[in-house]
Antibody, heavy 119, light 108 residues
Framework: VQVVESGGGLIQPGGSLRLSCAASDFTVGSNYMNWVRQAPGKGLEWVSVIYSVGTTYYADSVRGRFTVARDDSKNTVHLQMNSLRGEDTAVYYC??????????????WGQGTTVTVSS | SFELTQPPSVSVSPGQTASISCSGDKLGNRYVCWYQQMPGQAPVLVIYQDNKRPSGIPERFSGSNFGNTATLTISGTQAMDEADYYCQAWDSNTNTYVFGTGTKVTVL
């Protein structure tokens, strides 16, 4: 059971980037898939979640700029990031929650993909 | 908005007990999870639903949650336990996950 993130890189302020999270040995559509980020030297910040039924929620800091979506045919979750800012610079992790808000926690994490927003 | 506060650092001698607090309004009414993060690595879930250990997590890790404070306890702390630890709860009002501010545990 694992997830692998990809799509990070260096992007100019105001630009867009799409991150991907590919899952193995479990079905993303049956779980609550989250994005969590960590700015350099800082703590963990939850970013977004997509429920098994497709409902999505976002942190205030990214709402209106980021969109999470799921491709069940590829067992992959995407995070579309628009209007990027310097404060979005971070390692972005994809993480699984099997039960969504019922205290089971994020039990599977990827290795992260780095996003750097700079001119 | 719902916030979780942790002490920035905790120091412990090898073999002793480390306790890490996580404070939030009426936190005892919510489930709390704890994560361990080694430098340069992804977080690992060590406690879920306040006091349950995932498979593979040593018994020396335990948790409690009462009133406004949740606590992660590491009994018989080992050098390998030196890491950052984060608490996390779910805010049912906004359907969002909240992480604590993080605590660096140093084994002296």
């Amino acid at each position: 059971v694992q997830v692998v993130e990809s799509g990070g890189g260096l992007i100019q302020p105001g630009g867009s980037l799409r991150l991907s999270c590919a899952a193995s040995d479990f079905t993303v559509g049956s779980n609550y898939m989250n994005w969590v980020r960590q700015a350099p030297g800082k703590g963990l910040e939850w970013v977004s979640v997509i429920y098994s039924v497709g409902t999505t929620y976002y942190a205030d800091s990214v709402r209106g700029r980021f969109t999470v979506a799921r491709d069940d045919s590829k067992n992959t979750v995407h995070l579309q990031m628009n209007s990027l800012r310097g404060e979005d610079t971070a390692v972005y992790y994809c993480a699984r929650d099997t039960m969504g808000g019922r205290g089971y926690g994020l039990d599977v994490w990827g290795q992260g993909t780095t996003v750097t927003v700079s001119s | 908005s719902f916030e979780l506060t942790q002490p920035p650092s905790v120091s412990v001698s090898p073999g002793q007990t480390a306790s890490i607090s996580c404070s939030g309004d009426k936190l005892g009414n919510r489930y709390v999870c704890w994560y361990q993060q080694m430098p340069g690595q992804a977080p690992v879930l060590v406690i879920y639903q306040d006091n349950k250990r995932p498979s593979g997590i040593p018994e020396r890790f335990s948790g409690s949650n009462f009133g406004n404070t949740a606590t992660l306890t590491i009994s018989g702390t080992q050098a390998m336990d030196e890491a950052d630890y984060y608490c996390q709860a779910w805010d049912s009002n906004t359907n969002t996950y909240v992480f604590g501010t993080g605590t660096k545990v140093t084994v002296l």
